[in-house]
Antibody, heavy 119, light 108 residues
Framework: ERVVESGGGLVQPGGSLRLSCEGS????????LNWVRQAPGKGLEWISY????????YYADSVKGRFTISRDNAKNSLYLQMNSLRAEDTALFYC?????????????WGQGTMVAVSS | EIVLTQSPGTLSLSPGERATLSCRAS???????LAWYQQKPGQAPRLLIY???SRATGIPDRFSGSGSGTDFTLTISRLEPEDFALYYC?????????FGQGTKLEIK
């Protein structure tokens, strides 16, 4: 059971980026998923949640209106579309699986993909 | 938003000692929705405890969680060298699913 993130990189302020997370070794469509970020030298910040059917989506206030979470269960993939990026969005972005579908602790984490916002 | 405050910020202990880490919530959190994670440098977080007191798969029994309401505790009964790391609590009862600021467990 694993998840692997991709899509990070260097982007200018105001730019956009789309992160992806591919799951394997488990029934992807049966679990909720989350994005969590960690700025360099800082703690963990939960960013967004999506349930198994994409019915429920939640966001942290810091990204609401700028980031959009989505998933494609047929492709075992989770996405994070990030628009209007700011310097303070610079962080390592983790994909994390909930232990079930709904409000669950995060039992599977990827190694993260780095996003740097700078001119 | 539920704010989680962890204490102490840094805990200095020796291998073999007992570690007690605290997590206090700004409002009541159902025990079903409180988790603890361990993070080592350069690694992703690892789930240790969920539902306040249930150990995740593969977690040694020296790790235990307890508490209810607004006060939760992670206890490591006898520290092993590999236990020195950062520890975070998290609530997932309501969005935003906040984390505490972390406790650094360092070797004395």
């Amino acid at each position: 059971e694993r998840v692997v993130e991709s899509g990070g990189g260097l982007v200018q302020p105001g730019g956009s980026l789309r992160l992806s997370c591919e799951g394997s070794g488990f029934t992807f469509s049966g679990y909720s998923l989350n994005w969590v970020r960690q700025a360099p030298g800082k703690g963990l910040e939960w960013i967004s949640y999506i349930d198994s059917t994409s019915f429920a989506k939640y966001y942290a206030d810091s990204v609401k209106g700028r980031f959009t979470i989505s998933r494609d269960n047929a492709k075992n993939s989770l996405y994070l579309q990030m628009n209007s990026l700011r310097a303070e969005d610079t962080a390592l972005f983790y994909c994390a699986r909930g232990k079930g579908d709904g409000r669950y602790a995060f039992d599977i984490w990827g190694q993260g993909t780095m996003v740097a916002v700078s001119s | 938003e539920i704010v989680l405050t962890q204490s102490p910020g840094t805990l200095s202990l020796s291998p073999g000692e007992r570690a007690t880490l605290s997590c206090r919530a700004s409002q009541t959190v159902s025990s079903f929705y409180l988790a603890w994670y361990q993070q080592k440098p350069g690694q992703a977080p690892r789930l240790l405890i969920y539902g306040a007191s249930s150990r995740a798969t593969g977690i040694p029994d020296r790790f235990s969680g307890s508490g209810s309401g607004t006060d939760f505790t992670l206890t490591i009964s006898r520290l092993e060298p590999e236990d020195f790391a950062l520890y975070y609590c998290q609530q997932y009862v309501s969005s935003p699913y906040t984390f505490g600021q972390g406790t650094k467990l360092e070797i004395k």
